[in-house]
């Protein structure tokens, strides 16, 4: 059971002794419940945060271009030069074809796994949690990645016809953009990136969901509330928060990494190093050309975005959990 909802186990369990008896837990929710409710919350989330996205794309995808070097001027200059929708708001369309999907299958695999490894073995509730979201988000991978792969290029690409930036992308839409992949790189190239990818989110979903679950564990016991039963919004959001914004940090050289190889182009007048499939050598690469400025480029915005959008995520989900379990109650 959750904070927020009585019929969910989302946040905490406990083994009490040494010689653990697996006990099957009734009232926890529905997993269909937990895989809606963790869609839900993902969309709403990465709607919230997509121009934030877009600006950290940008700085990373083209770190030369000093318009893009400062945050609230890379914002700026996007809003004015290239508009909302096809600026700020590139690739947005394609964030939301992977985007509720991907969350419900991680959410219903972090539950899972969760689950198993707690109620079924006893195992240690942190490395429980790290195994949990790397195994959700690795379960989640095969939809978002092709996702990632659009968004990323339309992100870094803004308007068609752009005046104001080269980046070695021209599509019309979002469609024009799958069809052209296809037809010029192969289905294949929709998965460009695909290890970097894994590299990043693996790692930063493991971390978040760990600190999570502690963050959470630590501030309801601070201030005397019953994680079972209680709820605290501003904790629910503080803690999202932190969980999320800590693993941003610590993983965004693998980010920086992910939209190069997602996005790089021999034709680009961007004027990155051009990356190999050896993460290794390409965290070597950027280091080499740019420095620790280099593998940290767009750390602002993503601290930001995943401290956020991590905040917002969590606290829907255990919003909507809530009451899916009382509609699922009410059916019964």
Not at 2 to 25: G, K, Q, R
Not at 305 to 310: F, L
Not at 322 to 331: A, F, Y
Request: charged share 15%; glycine share 10%.
């Amino acid at each position: 059971m959750s904070s927020i909802a009585t019929h969910h186990d989302f946040t905490h369990s406990t083994v009490a002794s040494s010689t653990f008896t697996p006990v099957e837990d009734d009232s926890r929710s529905p997993i269909i419940n937990c895989m809606l409710a963790g869609g839900f919350g993902g969309a709403v989330g990465d709607s919230v945060m997509h121009s934030l996205d877009t600006v950290k794309t940008r700085q990373q995808g083209a770190p030369h271009q000093a318009q893009y070097r400062s945050m609230l001027s890379a914002y700026r200059t996007i809003l004015v030069q290239e508009g909302f929708a096809r600026g700020l708001y590139g690739g947005y369309f394609a964030a939301m074809l992977g985007s509720f999907p991907s969350a419900a299958l991680f959410f219903g695999t972090y539950e899972t796994v969760k689950r198993t490894m707690i109620g079924g073995f006893g195992i240690n509730e942190t490395f429980t949690h790290l195994t949990a979201g790397f195994l959700g988000d690795f379960a989640s991978s095969i939809v978002y990645v092709p996702s990632e792969v659009l968004k990323t290029r339309l992100q870094l690409q803004g308007r068609y016809n752009n005046p104001y930036f080269d980046s070695g992308y021209n599509y019309k839409n979002l469609r024009h953009a799958i069809n052209t992949i296809i037809k010029d790189e192969g289905a294949s190239a929709l998965f460009f990136g695909y290890k970097a990818t894994l590299v990043r989110d693996l790692p930063f979903s493991a971390l978040q969901f760990a600190f999570y679950e502690k963050f959470r564990e630590v501030a309801f016991d601070y201030k005397g509330l019953n994680l079972k039963t209680d709820f605290d919004a501003n904790l629910e959001l503080l803690t999202g928060a932190a969980a999320g914004g800590l693993a941003g940090v610590i993983t965004t050289p693998l980010d920086v990494l992910k939209t190069r190889i997602q996005t790089q182009n021999p034709t680009s007048g961007v004027g990155t190093a051009q990356l190999n499939s050896s993460i290794i050598q390409s965290l070597r690469l950027v280091f080499k050309t740019e420095g620790v400025l280099g593998l940290f480029s767009g750390v602002g915005p993503r601290f930001v975005w995943t401290s956020i959008q991590s905040s917002i995520m969590l606290l829907l989900y255990q919003m909507a959990l809530k009451k899916l379990d009382q509609v699922s109650g009410d059916l019964k």
